[in-house]
């Protein structure tokens, strides 16, 4: 194992900020994209949406939790007198590590996989360790690396199959403090081989972080990288419930990785987070992991739903890439905004576009029945716009 870096030497208005922005006064997720500068609760755009309007536009999953996970979560509601009376913060704890084959010391709780994405920023990044990503991908990290006066490096994805080109992240910055890798990667949905990832953990700095965001993968059939972890790699693994479990609005995610690199995580009162999570939604996630098998059929009906929905787009002659997770990244041939007001006038909301591709829109993957009527709005919105 090799030392890490010592902190980011941070002033005390610094430290103020950063406890905002990683003590949950702002949500670290889809309605936390904010204007540049940094991160604002004030100025990131809210995810609310007209009563009856479908949603996706949020890469939330279109079913709440599965049914034992509800039953668990209401039970836990009847006890929440308590900070947690039946020990549901060490069962989720337990029952991780006891899947993933790691320690318990391994696994931390979190409000969402946000705040230790964040954190991860935070922890590994200062004016002289930059971060390094993809683009597009999920831009959390950039905001916060702005904070600390991170330089960031934004790689385009691999052309060929929209993957993490990972090659040129680590010679756009062959020092940086963390390289950040969404996979399935978020917009897109593409997935990077487990042999790139692997390359990059060993071909990076000894010191250098590799963090990797694994908020889509039970969408896919990819693996994880959950061996890097257990062989002591500088790897910290996210997870969340927020996607394919149905647990968005409940607020729970997991960082796994050595307990070195989670004392990192733990600066500008991490261990309070960590601790102070709501009983049910523990309840609930424990009794979901005990559920994989219907996870599995979310999977595969998630899979059939959005290949049904990419194939009628690109008999249109609209340009879709390839996804492995819940959404589709359609390319419109015109200016993206003008697309999206249109689906909102009639009563669907879509993803945004991201700056590297301006004619392009991400659609979450909703029930059968949301990406019919998302279909046969298509042609109409398109032809307006």
């Known amino acids: 194992m090799t030392d890490l870096s010592s902190a980011l030497p941070l002033d005390r208005r ?6 905002a922005v990683l003590g949950g006064s702002m949500a670290l997720g889809e309605r936390a994209l904010a204007a540049p500068g940094g991160p604002s609760a004030s100025a990131a755009p809210s995810l609310k949406v007209a009563p009856g309007t479908i949603r996706l536009n949020g890469n939330e999953y279109w079913e709440g939790p599965v049914e034992d996970g509800t039953d668990a979560a209401r039970s836990a509601v009847a006890r ?21 084959r790691v320690g318990a010391d391994h696994v931390v709780p979190w409000a969402g996989s946000g705040s230790p994405l ?20 999920f831009e959390v990290a950039w905001m916060v690396a702005g904070y600390v006066g991170a330089p960031v490096a934004k790689v385009p994805l691999r052309a060929s199959d929209q993957a993490h080109d990972v090659r040129a992240m680590l010679a756009a910055n062959p020092q940086a403090g963390l390289y950040y890798i969404c996979n399935p990667n978020n917009p897109t949905g593409s997935l990077t081989p487990m042999e ?28 994880s990288g959950m061996d890097l972890v257990r062989n002591g790699s500088n790897v910290i ?14 607020r729970m995610g997991l960082s796994i990785a050595r307990p070195e690199l989670q004392a990192r995580l733990m600066q500008y009162d991490g261990v309070i987070q960590t601790l102070q999570l709501p009983v049910p939604a523990l309840a609930c996630a424990s009794a979901s992991l005990r559920r994989m098998e219907q996870i599995t059929a979310r999977r595969e009906q998630n899979t059939q739903t959005r290949e049904k929905t990419a194939a009628f787009l690109a008999q249109r002659g609209l340009t879709v890439l390839p996804s492995a997770a819940n959404m589709l990244m359609v390319d419109w041939g015109k200016p993206a905004a003008p697309i999206k007001a249109g689906f909102e006038a009639k009563g669907i909301a879509i993803g945004r576009s991201w700056p590297i591709w301006p004619t392009r829109s991400r659609i979450t993957i909703g029930s059968p029945a949301e990406m019919e009527r998302f279909c046969n709005t298509v042609e109409r919105v398109v032809s307006q716009a």
């Open 118 to 137: 964040a954190r991860s920023v935070v922890g590994f990044c200062s004016p002289q360790r930059g971060l390094v990503t993809a683009d597009p991908t």
């Open 196 to 223: 790139d990832i692997v390359w990059l953990a060993n071909a990076m700095p000894k010191d250098a972080v590799l963090l990797l965001d694994e908020a889509y993968l039970h969408f896919s059939h990819a693996a």
């Open 237 to 250: 693994i996210l997870r969340t419930f927020s996607k394919i479990f149905g647990m968005a609005g409940m």
């Open 14 to 19: 610094r430290m103020f900020q950063l406890a």
């Open 80 to 100: 929440s007198n308590y900070y947690d009376p039946a020990g549901e913060r060490d069962a989720l704890i337990e029952t991780v590590a006891t899947m993933e």
